[in-house]
Antibody, heavy 123, light 109 residues
């Protein structure tokens, strides 16, 4: 069964940067898109970003476009989310999730989820 | 962007009762690409239903999904103690952003 493990969450200053990692196992890594989804008590669940199985296509929510960058390393079966120009409203639990589609491009639903990593942005 | 509105916000029921949760979309969901997730406190969401009515792997058959276009329903035929949780709908029929509803909490009456 697919397994995803996030890491890298931390306390960051407004305007600062963080890199989240998502280590994947239990499936053919390069065959599936991977997403980042975040959750806050106030705004609920919000899709943040996705990357195709090959890494050739990336997708971003308007709220993070230009500040966050998603990438993947096939040799490490790991997806990254580089977060910069962090704001207080980026504070959330960040989950990575395996796409539910069978192709390399994202279908857009989330078949398996990691346990999440907490990002807090505060001075 | 498609906005999903779930109702009711909270559903108070007893074990063994039937739960009916609603999800309404601001515009038609293409291909009926509507998913339902269950989330328990301190845990990640879990996929229950995809494409409006298909159960995900390992999901008991007391969970069923129905609907099309803009109106979708998740039904739990007989609530088990482990089913008390928050349920979210999510649409993926359009280009990103893929969006979630605000959730329905199913609590023990």
């Amino acid at each position: 069964e697919a397994r995803l493990v996030e890491s890298g969450g931390d306390l960051a200053q407004p305007g600062g940067s963080l890199r989240l990692s998502c280590a994947a196992s239990g499936f053919i890594f390069s065959s599936y898109a991977i997403h980042w989804v975040r959750q806050t008590p106030g705004k609920g669940l919000e899709w943040v970003s996705a990357i195709s199985g090959s890494g050739s296509k990336t997708y971003y929510a308007d709220s993070v476009a230009g500040r966050f960058t998603i990438s993947r390393d096939k040799s490490k079966s790991t997806v990254y989310l580089e977060m910069s120009s962090l704001r207080a409203d980026d504070t959330a639990i960040y989950y990575c999730a395996k796409d539910g589609g069978s192709g390399t491009y994202p279908r857009g639903n989330f078949e398996y989820w990691g346990e999440g990593t907490l990002v807090a942005v505060s001075s | 962007e498609i906005v999903l509105t779930q109702s009711p916000g909270t559903l108070s029921l007893s074990p063994g009762e039937r739960a009916t949760l609603s999800c309404r979309a601001s515009q038609s969901v293409s291909f009926n690409y509507l998913a339902w997730y269950q989330q328990k406190p301190g845990q990640a969401p879990r996929l229950l239903i995809y494409a409006a009515s298909s159960r995900a792997t390992g999901i008991p058959d007391r969970f069923s999904g129905s609907g099309s276009g803009t109106d979708f329903t998740l039904t739990i035929s007989r609530l088990e103690p482990e089913d008390f949780a928050v349920y979210y709908c999510q649409q993926y029929g359009s280009s990103p952003p893929w969006t979630f509803g605000q959730g329905t909490k199913v609590e023990i009456k």
